[in-house]
């Protein structure tokens, strides 16, 4: 079992950037694969991005490629979501997740999650 801690979410304005983290802690970090997902009120958590153990192969969701980059630093046990250009539909609260799989879109392959950090995206 690994613990993840997500941080950085805030309030921005339309365009804006941000970055969030997931510190990791438990099991070793490298043997799994991460994701990162959303939940927006009243809808279903959705994917946004995920990226294999070697940190060689990425997903993205279509709503958020070419402006989400997702990436990972072992030797801090962190996985980062950088989010550029960001939308009003974008706001959501953002969880990470690792998966034993090697590199998954599905949420029921990620067996461990954060607590969520909150997006808010409003002029």
């Known amino acids: 079992q690994v613990q993840l801690v997500e941080s950085g979410g805030g309030l921005v304005q339309p365009g804006a950037s941000l970055r969030l983290s997931c510190a990791a802690a438990?099991?070793?970090?490298?043997?799994?694969?991460m994701g990162w997902f959303r939940q927006a009120p009243g809808k279903e958590r959705e994917f946004v991005a995920a990226?294999?153990?070697?940190?060689?192969?990425?997903y993205y969701a279509d709503s958020v490629k070419d402006r989400f980059t997702i990436s990972t630093d072992n030797a801090k046990k962190t996985l980062y979501l950088q989010m550029n250009s960001l939308k009003p539909e974008d706001a959501a609260v953002y969880y990470c997740?690792?998966?034993?799989?090697?590199?998954?879109?599905?949420?029921?392959?990620?067996?461990?999650w954060g607590q969520g950090t909150q997006v808010t995206v409003s002029s």
């Open positions: 990226i294999s153990r070697s940190g060689g192969s990425s």
């Open positions: 438990g099991r070793t970090f490298s043997g799994y694969s």
């Open positions: 997740a690792a998966s034993a799989a090697y590199i998954s879109r599905m949420r029921l392959e990620y067996t461990d």
